[in-house]
């Protein structure tokens, strides 16, 4: 299970933090799939205001269940609607249709609180110094995060641990930014 260690727990209604807290930490692809959760989330959001909005397609995500929230991400047309759905395509694997998604998203908070997260942890938890130094120097983050994963599924396993973290991170701060 995934720890929220960017954003204060009590920002989260419980109902949904008992969701995220009970997820398993999700890989850069379509894995893992957790029908517990899916059940959870369907439970949870039966009659909830949370229903059909981008914390909806946030929680589907989070639960594997990519092809239920690209259906409720893509409804967005704002730069949250287009995070969520390019985050979605990435974790597909399609990553020339993510880094479209990100291009519609442009400059958002979330991404230089991201930048920043990953500077301040540079070796605490990522400890890849390449992989930092290629993500940091990049002219456009969101597409250099995109081809990191793309190389870690393909050819560079050893950024897989650290870009989880990093997607991890991603997802908490843009779900509390979502949230307001």
């Known amino acids: 299970m995934p720890g929220i260690d960017v954003i204060p727990a009590e920002r989260i209604p419980d109902a949904l933090l008992s969701i995220i807290e009970n997820a398993p930490l999700p890989d ?9 959760l899916a059940t959870e989330i369907k439970n949870q959001l039966h009659n909830s205001p949370f229903k059909g909005t981008l914390i909806e397609s946030a929680l589907w995500l989070l639960a594997g269940e990519l092809d239920r929230s690209h259906r409720i991400s893509q409804q967005f047309d704002s730069p949250e609607g287009s995070f969520w759905h390019a985050i979605m395509h990435r ?3 399609d990553y020339s249709n993510s880094k479209y998604w990100f291009r519609r998203v442009g400059n958002h908070p979330v991404l230089e609180e991201l930048r920043a997260k990953i500077a301040d942890d540079r070796r605490a938890t990522l400890a890849d110094e390449e992989l930092i130094h290629h993500l940091l120097q990049s002219d456009w983050f969101s597409g250099a995060i995109v081809d990191a994963c793309q190389e870690a599924c ?5 950024w897989r641990a650290p870009l989880r973290q990093i997607a991890w991170w991603e997802w908490q701060l843009l779900f509390a930014y979502t949230m307001h």
């Open 91 to 93: 974790r597909e694997g």
């Open 28 to 36: 850069l692809n379509d894995n893992p799939r957790s029908n517990d």
């Open 154 to 158: 393909t050819q560079r396993p050893q």
